[in-house]
């Protein structure tokens, strides 16, 4: 019987993360094709529905832990859940920070063609996919992979960032617009660092290693 709670779980988790993934995916497209609807709908609408997600999420896992009083990896299992049900909330919050900026962007002259911000977020989306198929899969390698990717967000970011800088201070006419990219890179970069954090918890959950704060080695 608990089994088959933990695969509804499971099921419910990957559902939360589709419905955020979808909020990031339409921030983006929104923003790069000047879409103000689809900006309007990731502020006034997804968000909600990604609180909605987060707290019928929690209510069930700590229901779970109450009534089974799971023991080992059971309870790394609700523990791990819980943690990336908010994990997963903080996403859909950084994708409404993205639509706000898009808002602003496509009111204004465009500054500079798009080219590492849709590349940038679709590298994002991709760790956030993988890490909930590593968690719910309890894949160790492919939760690691994941974790490697992390660098190129990192590297992608600081391009943006010395980029935009370099425009800002040939024209300050595009300060306001540059400074709202940067944003946009910004919170990317968050949404990566947390699906690297459930990729952390999904390797905590199969084996009990806790990986935060080490570096893996590209061979292993």
Not at 80 to 85: N, R, T, V
Not at 89 to 118: C, T
Not at 122 to 131: G, I, R
Not at 175 to 187: E, H, Q, R
Request: proline share 2%; hydrophobic share 40%; net charge negative.
């Amino acid at each position: 019987m608990f089994q088959e709670k933990i695969l509804f779980l499971k099921k419910s988790i990957a559902d939360y993360a589709e419905h955020v993934e979808k909020m990031v995916a339409k921030s983006i497209e929104g923003t790069v094709n000047r879409n103000e609807y689809l900006l309007h709908e990731v502020i006034d609408k997804d968000e909600a529905a990604a609180n909605k997600y987060e707290t019928e999420f929690d209510e069930i896992s700590v229901d779970y832990i109450a009534r089974y009083q799971p023991v080992t990896k059971n309870l790394r299992m609700l523990i791990s859940a819980i943690k990336m049900s908010n994990d997963l909330e903080r996403m859909a919050d950084h994708a409404v920070n993205i639509s706000q900026n898009g808002l602003f962007i496509i009111a204004h002259p465009f500054i500079k063609p798009f080219a590492d911000i849709p590349k940038m977020s679709e590298l994002t989306m991709s760790m956030l996919k993988n890490s909930i198929r590593a968690f719910v899969n309890e894949d160790i390698c492919l939760a690691k992979d994941v974790v490697k990717k992390d660098e190129e967000i990192d590297t992608l970011k600081v391009f943006i960032v010395e980029e935009l800088t370099e425009l800002m201070q040939k024209n300050e006419k595009t300060v306001p617009g540059g400074l709202k990219l940067i944003n946009i890179a910004s919170n990317l970069e968050r949404i990566a660092d947390l699906a690297t954090n459930i990729c952390e918890d999904a390797i905590y959950l199969s084996d009990g290693e806790i990986i935060k704060h080490k570096k893996f080695c590209r061979d292993r």
